[in-house]
């Protein structure tokens, strides 16, 4: 099952409803979120995803128990809190807004990959079996907007521009 990965949303509607579109047709099993939606109504709109959405909470989240009230609205939302965990069906992937516990959770071996955001920069590195990768940003602050779908059954990634 292919997951796109988005992260640090910060309300940007537009780059969030643009970027679900998209996602919808490429055949991604998973959506997950790194954090930094900031206000619930995001949920709103990460929900129109056609598959099951998984969102960690940022730094940012303004009223995070709003936005869990939100999140248990849909069927196909789950929040996990700091950090979640999804099976693939090959591999188990985590992922979580925060940068140094991603690289822990990558360093343990346990895991296909490991997703993060916070640093509003893409990247990709191997650490040891693990994939650990920031999707960028969705805001388009730092660098422009973008997300990322990967395969974990062939280990691919790719990057798609807003």
Known sequence: MKVAVISDTHDHLENVDRAIARINGLGAGALLHCGDLVSPFVVDRLASFDGPVHVVFGNNEGDRYTIARVAAKFTNVTLHGEVGF???????IAFTHRPEFARGLACTGKYAAVFYGHTHRMKVER?????????GELMGLLEPPGYIVFDPATGEERHYPL
């Open 86 to 92: 999804v099976d693939t069906g090959a591999g188990e």
């Open 127 to 135: 650490i040891g079996t693990a994939w650990l990768v920031n999707p």
